[in-house]
């Protein structure tokens, strides 16, 4: 009996050995794999920082208006996050590698499901900047316009602009990315419908004599006249 | 350079032959004013021109009122009766669509290119509705350089000197400043200049830029100071100018004529920063400077313009204005009153930081000039406010005063100038 009960261990102890063996190259290789991705992401980071750095990306994010908005996000300057995003795409993309190569069922294919993500993840990053951007120079636009034209509550008027173009960049990048596609598209059809139904109702019943007028000048072909304060500024 | 002119345009240059004086109207839908102007050019070229070869060219951007045929047909005949005396030299009338860049700068430089082909000898321009322009305008402005030798003729009109702010307050003080010659009306379209300046002019690689097509006027002006060209100024008179529905309102007439003196500082810094102290321009015609008859105005909406501005241009003000000139102008704003306290030394210190954040381009560049307008507003009110019902001599000490303030100040600006170039 106690023989049979010694052959049993001995041979969970070989299986074990034998399975260390065969896995313990694996978890040197993992190691490796993520100590050079970390090296490799390090460098990228760095790169990217020091080329944006040159050609200026800082100025271009300051005259823009990025740079504000990443300040107020508490966000560190354009170049320096695009820095550790690279960092942090480089690193991750050789962290899944690695797991990849311990060769557990269940994560092999995460590092090629990474890979396939990172195009749709820079796409949808782009959008999402290029809304900013957008917003932020209509937002400045349509407040100047606003207070040149004495209009009562321009800020009001500048700020929905903003919020209006910021959510449809982010409905855009979000749809791009495929994050949640359906409860993205389904939340921002509702909400964009509901303001604008809102805008119409509001109009409608406050704004109903402008908009005939508006309309009756239009068709009269009669030119609106600039705001004038009565002086010859030359 | 032919081809800038049409091939119609170049039959009737060619018939022309070489002139002495070539004088200038761009026109668009000008017909209620572009006969008296053309009138009152004929009875100078057959007046104190009656000797030399002198030819006016319309250049007509698309009229459709009949302006070109006014201006062919402008008679020097009233009632019948001869008003001028004949000229001894034939006077030429060329009347030319103008088909090139829109705007004034492409006309111009049509009217340099035929100017150069007609080898004249000074070279003229004139607002086609321009209602108090006189016979002695021209030979006011063209003698010089026809007789004299003057590169570049501007004109001074007489005013009261609370009329024209965005000439006074703002043009006026800057361009003395940064080019240090004391040019009374940078801003103005009438000119007249030598046809070495125009040739100067015409091979300038800035044609094409967009601001020209607005801002030519200011560009003309300080080109030719910061050229070396000899430069006067003549005395004209009051200067009135028809009303027109196509004019634009103040923050699209900012937007031109800041915008484009902006650029021009920005063109000519290499001549400008390293100046000091300013020099009067040769006065070339007697006459008074300052109309005592001001039209009082109420500063009122404009001070209501300049809080409200500056209460919701915050986010925008403070990436252009350092913090303690936004600060000052924001306890200016908050003082209760009918006009705002905004004095030579803030004025002076924000129009610099604005020139400078234009320089280094901290936002769209529009965005940046239209959120001047508020400060604008506020400072010309504060002006009509401390100046109202004084006499024109004590409100023109002021105007020099604000210049003086801008010599002053001048250091300062190229130091943040320089700096920010650096950044």
Redesign the interface.
Known sequence: MAEIFLDILRETWANYASAARAFLPRILAMLSIVLVGWLLALLLGFLTRKVLGWIRVE?LS????TS?LLKRADLPPANHLAGTVVFWLVFVGFLLSGLDALGFQGVEGLFSDFVRFIPRLIVGVFILLAGLLVAN?AW??C????????L?G??LLAGGVRILIMVLAAAMALDQIGIARGVVLTAFAMSFGAVMLAVAIAFGIAGAGLARRLVEDQLAGK?K?????????? | MESLLSDDLLRQLMAAGQVDVVVGVPTLNNASTVGAVVHEVHLAFTGPFKRDRTVLINFDAGSEDNTPDLVRRASLVESETLVAPEAFRTVHRISSPYHGRPGKGGTLRALFAAAELLDAKAVALFDPDVTSLRADWVARLVRPVYRDGFDYVAPAFTRHPT?????TQLARPLVRAAYGHRMLEP?SSEFACSLRFASHCLAQDVWSSPFLSYGVDIWLATTALAGGFRCGEAVLGPRV?APS?ER???????RQ?VGALFTCLEMHQSYWLGREGSQPLARLSDGPLWNPEG?A??PA??T??FR??IR??R??LE?ILEADTLAEAERVAAVEGSAPDFGDALWTQTLTQFAAAHHR????RD?LI??L??LY?GRTAAFLSENAGREAAAVEERLEALNLEFEKHKPQFVRRWKAEQGS
């Open positions: 100025r300051e005259r823009t208006g504000e120079f400045r636009a407040l100047l316009a606003g207070v040149n034209a004495h009562s321009s800020r030119e006249k600039p705001p004038s304060d009565g002086m010859s500024h030359l | 009329e024209g702010p965005l000439v801003l100018q529905a634009p309102g103040l923050p699209e007439l900012f004529v039209t105005l109420d909406p404009l209501e313009s409200s501005g919701d241009l986010p925008v990436r381009e901290v936002m769209h965005h239209r959120a307008v508020p507003l």
